[in-house]
Nanobody, 126 residues
């Protein structure tokens, strides 16, 4: 089982990035996918989730209007489009896969029973 995040990097305030989460080793379209972020010294934060079909999506209120989640099951990939980036968005971004019902909007329930990627660094300069 493998989840590989990519697309991170350094961007100026107001810029955009699209993160990708490529999955292999499991039946991808059975799983909900979540995006998370973490800053050193702080708890991991749920960002967005998408159901196994892609029909249901959830973005935390504070990021709605700037972040969008989507998936392409034919490519075993989930995307996180991030626009109007701010320095406060600087973090390591992770994706995770879960079989739990309703996981895509379960802000606090993700953990060791789920599959996790290694993360990709996003840095927004002011």
């Amino acid at each position: 089982v493998q989840l590989v995040e990519s697309g991170g990097g350094l961007v100026q305030t107001g810029g955009s990035l699209r993160l990708s989460c490529a999955a292999s080793g499991f039946t991808f379209d059975d799983y909900a996918i979540g995006w998370f972020r973490q800053v050193p010294g702080k708890e991991r934060e749920f960002v967005a989730g998408i159901s196994w079909t892609g029909a249901s999506k959830y973005v935390v209120d504070s990021l709605k209007g700037r972040f969008t989640i989507s998936r392409d099951n034919a490519k075993n990939t989930v995307y996180l489009q991030m626009n109007s980036l701010e320095p406060e968005d600087t973090a390591v971004y992770y994706c995770a896969a879960s079989l739990r019902t309703g996981a895509y909007l379960d802000v606090r329930g993700w953990g060791q029973d789920d599959y996790w990627g290694q993360g990709t660094q996003v840095t927004v300069s002011s």
